[in-house]
């Protein structure tokens, strides 16, 4: 008897077991085919939609207007018109901001060479000052200079037959003094 309530006890822990994995299995089976369900239903809705813009697109394109009718052209029209306000709005933003860097840049560069310009003329300076140093001991030597090396008075043949003149007019006019960057009652102490 006892052999036999065992056996009955196992048998119902075996028949618990087996209702509880056959429960557990209809629930999951369930859960996994609704489940493939909604996959299968938000699939189709995406398809759909999918489909709708890549419609719209090609309208937008000006593609595939042979079904339109005429309210549905309008209202293209309209979107398309409202896109571009909307387009040209943002370009001139952009337009505007590019001006604005471009006008920053340009007063940075116009300082920057204002700044540059006043280096030069620093540095103008310095060098005038410096030349203006050595200037009066070169100049008195170079003024010794010149009058050493001052050429002899140029004296001018006039041949009488190329030009038509008679030998003695040509004698009496006044020769023009020698160019030497020399003054020219310096000239004619040279010459004298």
Known sequence: MT????????????????????YAEKVL????????GNWCHEYRKLKAKVETIQKCQKHLMGEDLESLNLKELQQLEQQLESSLKHIRSRKNQLMH?????LQKKERSLQEENKVLQKELVEKQKAQAAQQDQT???????S?????????????????PAASGERA???????????RTGLPLWMVSHING
Not at 3 to 21: A, G, H, P, T, V
Not at 97 to 101: F, H, L, R, V
Not at 135 to 141: E, G
Not at 168 to 178: C, G, I, L, M, R
């Open 3 to 22: 052999r036999y309530f065992f056996l009955l006890c196992s048998m119902d822990k075996i028949l618990e077991r087996y209702e509880r994995y056959s």
């Open 29 to 36: 089976v369930s859960s996994e085919s609704e489940i493939q």
């Open 97 to 101: 901001e590019s001006i604005s860097e």
């Open 135 to 141: 200037q009066p001991q070169t100049s008195s030597s």
């Open 143 to 159: 003024s010794s200079f010149m009058m050493r090396d001052a050429p002899p008075a140029a004296t001018t043949s006039i041949h």
């Open 168 to 178: 003695e007019d040509a004698a009496v006019q006044p020769q023009a003094p020698p």
